[in-house]
């Protein structure tokens, strides 16, 4: 009699899932072990490469092809040791060992032995920065702000931190001065919690560019007007009207699939060092879900790679390896 394979599902078509069952599945290539199977469930048929937006709302800038890669025929290459569900995680139960998915009008259930949660986070505001719920909605969501940014002649960027700081950077240097570019931020500086050189250079390199900077201010609102412009208020209560305000400030994690005593209180997954649910030896959170690390891109590839390492301990009947979380904020682009 055949022994059940061991089936791994992972929720989210985001870079971590996408990467860690890549890896995964590399790594358990020319393994003697018994049978296995990765399935993704995912709301997104195709992976967003969020980190071009920056430079992508410019039209013409950045391909949809390059910006939106079909998942599935990326995994062909493994052949029946991979599934790629197009549907939404609707929810999970941990003590059944199952999760509940909403695909073409019905509902299912599918059970796995190692779930793993690569859902992501989403904005605070409104932006074209993360998924919208679908490939297709995105998309179209993009080639709409695409066309709103070509048509501004003015132009606030909400937030320095990397994302508002490249966003600015970008506009100014694409559009020079056929456009007026300004970039805000609450805090004393642009690129808070950088070192100072760092910020220094920044500043300095985005004025050059003619970008207009007002620190130690913040969007406390934004009317959309009749003519489509935008007033915006000021936490000074001055204000301003603009053709468009893109906000890089904040984002949310995508963990309402997940119970209330298992988030901290930001909303974030609470992991241990094997990146496990706390008490859970058998489901995982990596990337901007979980609370192990900030939100950016180069903790997510390192997170990713050292999950899917442990998975494959995990089938070769090996320990897992603690990860080691590092105390460094890096300059790549974020959301916070």
Do not use: C
């Not at 939106?68 to 790629?84: N, R, S, V």
């Not at 007026?180 to 910020?199: K, M």
């Not at 406390?220 to 301003?240: A, C, H, M, W, Y």
């Not at 979980?290 to 891109?297: G, K, M």
Request: overall charge positive; glycine content about 8%.
């Amino acid at each position: 009699m055949s022994q059940k394979p061991k089936h791994i599902v992972t929720i989210g078509g985001s870079f971590a899932s996408v990467r860690t069952a890549h890896k995964f599945l590399q790594g358990m290539q020319n393994k003697n072990v018994g049978s296995y199977k990765v399935t993704m469930i995912s709301r997104d048929s195709h992976f967003f490469w969020n980190l071009a937006m920056p430079r992508a709302i410019i039209p013409g800038t950045i391909p949809d092809d390059k910006l939106f890669q079909a998942i599935a025929p990326g995994f062909t290459k493994y052949g029946d040791k991979f599934e790629l569900i197009v549907g939404t995680a609707t929810g999970i139960d941990i003590n059944n060992k199952q999760v509940k998915v909403y695909k073409a009008g019905q509902e299912t259930f599918i059970s796995y032995d190692y779930l793993l949660i690569g859902t992501g986070s989403s904005t605070k505001a409104e932006s074209p920065f993360k998924s919208r719920g679908s490939t297709d909605a995105t998309r179209d969501y993009v080639h709409a702000y695409q066309k709103r940014v070509g048509e501004a002649q003015s132009i606030i960027v909400a937030g320095a931190g990397p994302t508002g700081v490249e966003v600015a950077g970008e506009l100014a240097d694409y559009y020079g001065d056929k456009k007026e570019i300004t970039l805000i931020n609450a805090g004393p500086t642009v690129l808070d919690n950088r070192p100072d050189s760092v910020s220094k250079s920044a500043h300095s390199q985005l004025e050059k560019l003619g970008v207009k900077i007002r620190l130690n201010t913040k969007a406390d609102e934004s009317i959309t007007l009749p003519n489509g412009k935008q007033k915006v208020t000021f936490s000074d209560r001055k204000t301003v009207v603009t053709d468009l305000l893109i906000p890089t400030f904040g984002v949310v994690p995508n963990s309402s699939l997940i119970p209330p005593n298992l988030l901290d209180a930001h909303g974030y997954i609470k992991v241990d060092q094997y990146l496990a649910i706390e008490g859970r030896e058998d489901v995982f959170a990596i990337g901007d879900v979980s609370n192990v690390e900030a939100p950016q891109f180069w903790f997510v590839n390192t997170q990713a790679g050292h999950m899917a390492k442990n998975l494959v301990q995990t089938m070769l009947g090996k320990p897992m390896i603690p990860y080691k979380a590092s105390t460094t904020r890096m300059s790549s682009s974020d959301l916070r």
